[in-house]
């Protein structure tokens, strides 16, 4: 690497920054813009652009959107580094928040613990501070992980998928019928725990309405997750997710042990799941059963999907973009548009069309996601070559269907066929 | 194949792994039997009630069961979308039924209507099937395998978007055009519902097992199944014979949806989304791929359910998903290729 550094360098005359540290500095860049922008300009832009900043683009939105940007970067290290399909990665979301909501309220008014809480020394119940509960909720959800992951992980692909929706089933269950295990309150059923402490920075809580300085904390937690993300994807770890995902059976003969690997995938998906869960109920100030159900997961996915799997840009920017048109975008793009023309459709309701509709086309017209990882795009269009060859192609046309063989040669004529991007010359039936 | 060094080792490691499983099995078996012999002895009517009322479900989950696994068993693809189909199914037979119809109440004329609603609902709910193939899964047959199942979970919130807007968002209520009321056997109760459920899952059932081992087209199917290339070869339209697939799921799909709102009576927008993965449990259950499996898997939940659900002894309803869903863990981990399944071996 140290060779490396210089060479990227010279590469790019303008920039004499090192290849490593040009991501911290644009992040570090773009949240102290944002940052500023709403501590300092925003305030002070006059009626007409506080309103249009009040009503497109909420500073709490975007600290919800920070949310999403962490839980979908820990579906992102399953389902994009590892290529394990988890659509129940919503129960560590609600693994972390409960821990959050355990911990951080009156909720066990049984007990007096205080640790460096930000709750007044004398509330009954576990005040732990934010910080230590991020960390408590992370390797919480860790060992969830495992434990999940452990009996179900030597299943292939469609039948994991359906375990871990299980999971993401039961688990939500359990905190909506948890007010009464052996007649202990577990999760308080479906009122679920509210309110949860607010963030204390040494004597410094944050109230309701410190929305800028939450906002830097969840731009911290995000900025751990990334690193995470990226740290691990280069080194050792990282590099036999990729070949576990590309070819499991070629990856174990290489050497690679696969039911740690994945282990470690799921535990570490599920840490990103915990801090988003934990970093959820001080958003919203309470956790609520009702708040973890399917269509989260389905819109997880639907971030990664968009942004492009295994790429923690892609994913992020999948995140924000989603985020935002679920929070604030659809609801306020429909008032703008039944004022302008009269009408009286309800908007909001058609976010099950749009997410659906997303994972619909991307996987139709563009699998690889609007920021792909290079390596994802080229396997993501490259059918398995025993499939073409058992369909008699010679490898340089695309496949027709020999069924079809009145039609073969318009169709060979008219279809257009996507580029040769795999360099096997390969090209792909469209 | 394997060095010799190693071909010692390898049959050990797998007799202990089944070994394991049996004992596993034998103890879970256990278990449900001391459960339900408990309830029996408990009190024998509630029991034969519960029965019934499981049985009742567990015909309906048969139905979109089969449509779960003729598909899987066809292409491999998980549908997500068909227990969607179900639940447009049963919004389609309300609006045909009571809207266009205005059948209301139970007489002769409207059984024949209903007749009528199950032949309409079924060409409805086959017709979408086989749109859904056509627009999204047939580009991706060829795909990596997580395509199509995202695809299937996108479609299965497209179908939802339409249930939400036809039905609303709160449960509707639909008027039954069967008899009411029930007739004792001793001191047992039958609803009249159940026949009706059964009168029209069984011959539907027995139809769908001529098609396939009598017709042409279902031993196109079957060829296709077992392996599409070598079908292929031998002269079989394979598109078509896929598209004739998911026909018939959706035409399964459909009758459930009919039978489901005329026994319940309330459809919901999201109706589909829990029942159609209990199917799929169902289907998991008797060994996906597997026609007889997956009503043997159907009845089964179905009396599981109505037994967790009905008896003093069980968890109560609020925790039937979570019992179902226990289930499919717990097969997944000890015998994933379910009751009747053969286990399949990884093609290398």
């Known amino acids: 690497m140290a060779v490396d550094v210089p060479a990227k360098a010279r590469r790019m005359p303008g920039l004499a920054i090192p290849h490593r540290m040009r991501w911290p500095l644009g992040y570090t860049a773009a949240a102290v813009l944002v940052f500023l922008a709403y501590y300092y300009v925003i305030p002070n832009l006059g009626p007409g652009g506080q309103t249009f900043f009040r009503e497109w683009l909420p500073l709490t939105s975007v600290n919800e959107a920070l949310v999403w940007v962490i839980c979908a970067l820990g579906l992102n290290i399953v389902v994009g580094y590892a290529g394990l399909l988890d659509l129940g990665f919503v129960a560590f979301w609600a693994l972390g928040g409960y821990t959050a909501g355990w911990l951080m309220s009156g909720f066990f008014y049984q007990v007096d613990i205080h640790l460096f809480g930000g709750a007044l020394g004398t509330a009954p119940g576990i005040h732990i501070s934010f910080w230590l509960v991020l960390l408590i909720g992370a390797g919480f959800c860790a060992v969830w992980g495992v434990i999940i992951g452990a009996p179900t992980l030597r299943l292939k692909s469609d039948y994991l998928a359906l375990v871990t929706l299980g999971f993401g089933e039961i688990i939500p269950q359990v905190f909506t019928n948890g007010d009464n295990v052996f007649g202990f309150n577990l999760t308080n059923g479906t009122k679920g725990i509210t309110p949860v402490d607010p963030i204390a920075i040494g004597s410094f809580t944050l109230g309701p309405f410190d929305l800028v300085y939450k906002y830097v904390v969840f731009v911290l937690i995000v900025v751990v997750v990334v690193f995470i993300s990226l740290r691990l994807r280069e080194g050792r770890l990282g590099r036999a997710w990729l070949a576990i995902r590309e070819d499991e059976l070629a990856a174990s003969m290489m050497g690679v042990p696969l039911m740690r690997t994945k282990l470690s995938a799921y535990a570490v998906g599920a840490v990103a799941g915990g801090l988003a869960g934990v970093a959820f109920a001080t958003h919203v100030g309470g956790v609520l059963p009702d708040r973890f159900n399917f269509s989260i997961s389905i819109t997880l996915l639907a971030m990664v999907v968009l942004g492009g799997m295994g790429n923690v840009w892609g994913v992020m920017l999948g995140a924000l973009v989603l985020a935002w048109v679920n929070s604030t975008g659809l609801p306020q793009f429909g008032t703008s548009f039944n004022e302008q023309f009269g009408t009286n459709i309800n908007f909001p309701s058609y976010n099950y069309l749009l997410f659906g509709g997303i994972l619909v086309l991307m996987m139709l017209f563009r699998r690889e996601g609007i920021l792909p990882e290079s390596r994802t795009r080229l396997v993501l269009h490259e059918p398995s070559r025993t499939d073409m060859e058992s369909l008699g192609a010679d490898m340089e046309a695309p496949a027709p269907e020999l069924d079809e063989e009145p039609l073969l040669k318009t169709t060979a004529a008219d279809e257009p066929t996507v580029t040769d991007e795999t360099g096997t010359g390969m090209g792909e039936k469209v | ?348």
């Open chain 2, 1 to 348: 194949m394997a060095a010799t060094a190693t071909s010692v080792a390898v049959p050990a490691a797998i007799d202990r792994k089944a070994v394991i499983q049996r004992y596993a099995t034998y103890v879970i078996l256990l278990g449900l039997v001391v459960w339900l012999s408990a309830n029996l002895i408990n009190s024998p009517s509630q029991f034969f009630s519960a029965g019934m009322v499981g049985l009742n479900l567990g015909m309906l989950y048969a139905l979109i069961a089969l449509g779960y696994t003729l598909v899987y068993g066809i292409i491999e693809l998980i549908n997500f979308a068909h227990g969607d189909l179900f639940m447009l199914g049963a919004l389609f037979s309300g609006f045909l039924l009571t809207t266009v119809m205005g059948q209301e109440h139970s007489d002769f004329l409207g059984i024949v209507l209903l007749l009528v609603t199950i032949v309409g609902t079924m060409l409805f709910c086959g017709g979408i099937n086989v749109t859904l193939e056509f627009v999204a899964y047939r580009r991706l047959r060829r795909a990596p395998k997580l395509a199509p199942l995202i695809t299937a979970v996108g479609m299965s919130f497209v179908l939802q978007f339409i249930g939400l807007k036809w039905n609303g968002s709160t449960p509707k209520q639909w008027p039954s055009v069967l008899p009411e009321g029930s007739f004792g056997i001793g001191d047992f109760q039958v609803d009249y519902s159940l026949l009706a459920v059964i009168g029209v899952t069984v011959p539907v059932l027995l139809l769908l097992r001529w098609v396939i081992t009598s017709t042409r087209q279902g031993k196109a199917m079957r060829a296709v199944a077992q392996d599409q290339d070598a079908a292929r070869l031998m002269g079989v339209n394979v598109n078509r014979t896929i598209s004739f697939t998911f026909l018939i799921g959706g035409a399964l799909a459909g009758t459930a949806g009919v039978m489901y709102q005329q026994v319940v009576g309330t459809t919901a927008y999201n109706l589909g989304y829990q029942l159609g993965l209990i199917a799929f449990v169902s289907a998991v259950l008797g060994g996906i791929g597997n026609i007889s499996g997956a009503v043997l898997g159907g009845i089964l939940i179905g009396l599981i359910q109505g037994f967790n659900d009905g008896l003093p002894y069980g968890f109560g309803q609020k925790w039937s998903q979570s019992v179902v869903f226990a289930i499919l863990i717990l097969l997944m981990v000890f015998k994933p290729e379910g009751l009747l399944g053969r286990p399949t071996t990884e093609k290398v």
